[in-house]
T-cell receptor
């Protein structure tokens, strides 16, 4: 069964360093998302991506964040200068999109980012 | 402000019983509704989607939607210890593929 895959599963980084989180969405999906979940809190939307551009972003997704689809399969989230409060689980998700008959979003297994 | 509210629980039910999980949402324009299951330390796993008023059944799971009351629920029949997890309610707006807005989740504990 197709699935969203994320790497790495766990990343430890020093405050101020740049990190890149990687995702391979389900191959025939058109919409890609990044969400995060701080420990003990709810899942929060960061950004959505469609047709090679950002379609929507939240207040969390400030200038420190960027996304890219460098090739036909990968989807990346970059945090330029990490802060302690960026420590969270980061989830990538993908969906067909409503025009293809379903808006269900499927999540990857997540990357636990720890900023020290 | 789009809000999705869930009772955080824990909701404890005996094995074999029906677990009833509830969710309310604030944005009357919400059109798509989802239930995800999340085991501790894991990612959300989609278990049900519902778009129209009424009931939708899939195996032991039934989702119920009442748009007039802005209420969506999930029933789990014949609950098993493996159902013990946090259940997340999520909604989207009708326009395009707006992102999911999640509730905080209800922790379900099924006691053997």
């Amino acid at each position: 069964e197709p699935e969203v895959t994320q790497t790495p599963s766990h990343q430890v980084t020093q405050m101020g360093q740049e990190v890149i989180l990687r995702c391979v969405p389900i191959s025939n999906h058109l919409y890609f998302y990044w969400y995060r979940q701080i420990l003990g809190q709810k899942v929060e939307f960061l950004v959505s991506f469609y047709n090679n551009e950002i379609s929507e972003k939240s207040e969390i997704f400030d200038d420190q964040f960027s996304v890219e689809r460098p090739d036909g399969s990968n989807f990346t989230l970059k945090i330029r200068s990490t802060k302690l409060e960026d420590s969270a689980m980061y989830f990538c998700a993908s969906s067909f999109g409503h025009r293809r008959g379903g808006t269900e979003a499927f999540f990857g297994q997540g990357t636990r980012l720890t900023v020290v | 402000q789009k809000e999705v509210e869930q009772n955080s629980g824990p909701l404890s039910v005996p094995e074999g019983a029906i677990a009833s999980l509830n969710c309310t949402y604030s944005d009357r324009g919400s059109q798509s509704f989802f239930w995800y299951r999340q085991y501790s330390g894991k990612s959300p796993e989609l278990i049900m989607s519902i778009y129209s008023n009424g009931d939708k059944e899939d195996g032991r799971f039934t989702a119920q939607l009442n748009k007039a009351s802005q209420y969506v629920s999930l029933l789990i029949r014949d609950s098993q210890p493996s159902d013990s997890a946090t259940y997340l309610c999520a909604v989207t707006l009708p326009s395009g593929n707006t992102p999911l807005v999640f509730g905080k989740g209800t922790r379900l504990s099924v006691i053997a």
